[in-house]
């Protein structure tokens, strides 16, 4: 049990103070719950927050119909639901018994973004800026006023942009 115990302290102290630069987003194409594809790779040029979450995970539960909520007041940043692991027919039962209708929801079955963004627990926050590069990981649940604060800083940085390639 010590030993168990050892390993986890090790390896969220190696997470915390790891130094690597995050990731590029991921040239896989991924499905949407809504039947079409989505390339998170050529959304570059929109600020973009991707939250890694599972119907069965407690923390995602509680923090999704606030972050739907906060998400469909803006349009200044695209917000995407990755579930992690599931089917689309769990991830329906889930958002139907919810009464949430978050506008792209995301179906990663094998955990491609988990993996590779290094994403080692549920929920985990992702805010990435429009020239593609992650800002921001936010490992568990988010509160409303964090969540409202990224993603008012990363629709700054989107207006940055469009006023540079205007000028």
């Known amino acids: 049990m010590s030993i168990g115990l050892a390993l986890t302290a090790w390896n969220v102290s190696y997470q915390v103070t790891a130094v690597s630069e995050a990731p590029n987003l991921p040239d896989e194409t991924i499905a949407l719950l809504s039947g079409g594809p989505i390339q998170l790779a050529e959304r570059k040029g929109r600020p973009l927050v991707i939250n890694l979450w599972a119907s069965w995970c407690p923390p ?8 739907v909520d906060v998400a469909g007041g803006q349009d200044q940043v695209d917000v995407v639901f990755a579930n992690q692991g599931e089917g689309p027919d769990t991830i329906r039962q889930f958002l139907e018994a919810e009464a949430l209708q978050p506008e792209l929801v995301a179906v990663d079955f094998g955990q491609v973004l988990s993996r590779h963004f290094g994403a080692f627990g549920m929920p985990t926050t992702l805010f990435i800026t429009p020239d593609g590069r992650v800002e921001h990981t936010h490992l568990g649940e988010i509160s409303r006023a964090v969540f409202k604060s990224r993603l008012e800083a990363l629709a700054r940085s989107g207006a940055d942009i469009s006023t540079q390639e205007t000028e």
């Open 60 to 67: 995602c539960r509680r923090e999704m119909p606030m972050m």
